[in-house]
């Protein structure tokens, strides 16, 4: 009976899996240049989300900040490349201002602070103290808003 249910389960999942890279597929061709750096923007914003989470005692799951803390700083890492190509004139919505590619040194010494930033966050949250975690949270997530100050519309 148990491994009806588990054939059963792995057939289902075989489908829906199937059918996911199908539709992904057709919809490939609808993706802007800004689509693929607006979703890294957002796996900051959502691993951002769930460590407030945490730290307002709204969610409690052992571990987890370092986890999430990780994840923003992959996030990170990857964001300077998303940006490398100038897509100034070209389709697709997008709230990067022009001045990202007439003032890149800048723009890229930012990104390179902000993987650093939250690198260093992701240290400290192993350690599992919130006395280490805050300020290094705070330098990290500083760096958004600055940025986006000065380069998002
Ligand atoms: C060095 C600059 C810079 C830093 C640092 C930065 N961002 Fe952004 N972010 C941008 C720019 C530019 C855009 C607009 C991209 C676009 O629309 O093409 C953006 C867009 C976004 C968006 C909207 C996604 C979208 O639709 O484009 C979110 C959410 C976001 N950022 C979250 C964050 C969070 C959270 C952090 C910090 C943990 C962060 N960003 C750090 C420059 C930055």
């Known amino acids: 009976m148990k491994s009806v249910v588990i054939k059963a389960m792995i057939a289902a999942s075989c489908i829906s899996a199937a059918s996911f890279a199908s539709s992904f597929e057709q919809e490939e061709k609808r993706f802007p240049e800004s689509q693929y750096r607006h979703d890294v923007m957002e796996m900051s914003k959502l691993s951002l989300s769930g460590i407030l989470q945490h730290f307002r005692g709204q969610a ?84 958004c808003k600055s940025c986006h100050d000065e380069y998002r519309k």
């Open 60 to 143: 409690n799951h052992e571990g987890h900040i370092a986890e999430l803390a990780d994840m923003m700083a992959k996030s990170a890492a990857l964001s300077k490349a998303t940006f490398a190509k100038d897509t100034r004139g070209t389709e697709g919505h997008t709230e990067a201002k022009d001045k990202i590619w007439d003032n890149w040194e800048d723009f890229a010494s930012r990104m390179d602070a902000y993987a650093a930033d939250t690198k260093a966050f992701a240290e400290a949250a192993k350690t599992g103290d919130p006395a280490v975690m805050r300020p290094a949270f705070g330098k990290a997530v500083k760096n």
